[in-house]
């Protein structure tokens, strides 16, 4: 379970310990709310992938972040509220960049290629983000797993919507809630994927993007056709 939020004496504690820093360090220029919270959230991300959330401290992410671990109290309460918080902007910025690489002026095909290419992108280049949303995350258990569980539910959704437009113009189109068990499938093995990439580290993203999507469209084209397998 998450620690309860701290108590109104606890706070006022905080505060205090704060004020008693603030005297014994020098006066710099105070920094906006959000650029405190970036730069703990930043430290923290570091930390949890390196250490793992238990052996992490809270005194280690305060020097990391060259913030008091009062104000990190502050801003973003217990270690284990800072966790979920890194979780949920972790998910965020993935879900973001894969938006934002995705236009609906494209070809289908290119929509998903271009998903694909931007996940692994993000992944090789934010292993720290990876390792905190997924693995972490995962190892945890609830609430943290929890939290990772609605990441891949807004990620089939968007994939859903992907694979649904791929079918507008054929015989058959369909709509996004017919498309889930093949954005779950998608979604699954894209993170089996990074997992075995980041054991084999000599892939490009590029190449572990085409890799699925060679996996996943040249199949999934047929469906797109109208021709689909079944038993005999």
């Known amino acids: 379970m998450i620690a309860p939020a701290l108590t109104w004496q606890d706070r006022s504690s905080v505060r205090g310990e704060m004020q008693a820093d603030e005297q014994t360090r020098p006066r710099t220029k105070r920094l906006p709310r959000s650029v405190r919270e970036r730069q703990i959230l930043d430290a923290a991300v570091d930390v949890f992938a390196a250490q793992g959330?238990?052996?992490?401290?809270?005194?280690?992410?305060?020097?990391?972040?060259?913030?008091?671990?009062?104000?990190?109290?502050a801003y973003l309460g217990s270690k284990?509220?800072?966790?979920?918080?890194?979780?949920?902007?972790?998910?965020?910025?993935?879900?973001?960049?894969?938006?934002?690489?995705?236009?609906?002026?494209?070809?289908?095909?290119?929509?998903?290629?271009?998903?694909?290419?931007?996940?692994?992108?993000y992944t090789q280049e934010h292993r720290s983000s990876w390792a905190v949303l997924h693995r972490q995350a995962l190892a945890q258990g609830e609430p943290f797993s929890g939290e990772l569980a609605e990441w891949r539910r807004q990620a089939m959704e968007l994939i859903s919507v992907l694979?649904?437009?791929?079918?507008?113009?054929?015989?058959?189109?369909?709509?996004?809630?017919?498309?889930?068990?093949?954005?779950?499938?998608?979604v699954g093995a894209g993170e089996s994927l990074v997992d075995w990439w980041i054991e084999n580290p000599g892939h490009t993203a590029d190449g572990m993007a085409m890799r699925l999507m060679n996996l996943v469209w040249m199949g999934f084209g047929d469906l797109v056709e109208g021709r689909d397998w079944k038993p005999e």
Do not use: N
């Open 53 to 73: 959330f238990h052996p992490a401290s809270m005194d280690e992410i305060s020097e990391t972040a060259g913030i008091s671990k009062p104000m990190i109290y």
């Open 80 to 121: 284990e509220e800072l966790f979920v918080a890194c979780i949920r902007r972790e998910a965020d910025r993935l879900l973001e960049a894969i938006r934002g690489a995705v236009g609906e002026d494209l070809r289908a095909d290119q929509q998903l290629w271009r998903g694909l290419r931007s996940f692994f992108e």
């Open 163 to 186: 694979l649904a437009r791929a079918t507008a113009a054929s015989d058959q189109p369909m709509q996004p809630e017919q498309m889930q068990p093949f954005a779950a499938a998608l």
